[in-house]
C-alpha cells in the first residue's frame, strides 16, 4: 500500500511564503511523477503543479512565477514552495503520485493539508 503524508499548511498574509512537503511510503510503487492539487472553498479541485521522474516541471497559469515544484528522490518527498501568496491561494493542498503499482497505473493521494492567506 502506497502512503502519502502533507505537511506544512498554516495561516500567513498576503505576500508571504508558506511551504508544503508530502513524504511518499510504500513498496513496490514506481513513481512517474508527483502532483500538487488544490481545491478552495466551492471550487473544484485543480492541478497547481507537476513534476515528473525526469524532473520536468509544469504549473496551473495563477501560480506561475509565484510556485515552485521540487523532489528529493532519497527522501520519497516532493515539496512546493509557495511565495507572493495571494487570497484565491487559499485552499487545502493534496498531494499526489502517478506511477506503476503491480503493472497497473495508480494515482494516490494525501488527506490533504490548510492553506489560509488573508488578506
Known amino acids: 500500500q502506497v502512503q502519502l503524508v502533507e505537511s506544512g499548511g498554516g495561516l500567513v498574509q498576503a505576500g508571504g511564503s508558506l511551504r508544503v512537503s508530502c513524504v511518499v511510503s510504500?513498496?513496490?510503487?514506481?513513481?512517474?511523477?508527483m502532483a500538487w492539487y488544490r481545491q478552495g472553498p466551492e471550487k473544484q479541485r485543480e492541478l497547481v503543479a507537476r513534476?515528473?521522474?525526469?524532473?520536468?516541471?509544469a504549473y496551473v497559469d495563477s501560480v506561475k512565477g509565484r510556485f515552485t515544484i521540487s523532489r528529493d528522490i532519497a527522501k520519497n518527498t516532493v515539496y512546493l514552495q509557495m511565495d507572493s501568496l495571494k487570497p484565491e491561494d487559499t485552499g487545502v493542498y493534496y498531494c499526489?503520485?502517478?506511477?506503476?503499482?503491480?503493472?497497473?497505473?495508480?494515482?494516490?493521494w494525501g488527506q490533504g493539508t490548510q492553506v489560509t492567506v488573508s488578506s
Open positions: 513534476i515528473t521522474g525526469g524532473g520536468t516541471t
Open positions: 499526489a503520485t502517478e506511477g506503476i503499482m503491480r503493472g497497473y497505473f495508480r494515482t494516490y
Open positions: 510504500g513498496s513496490g510503487f514506481s513513481i512517474n511523477a
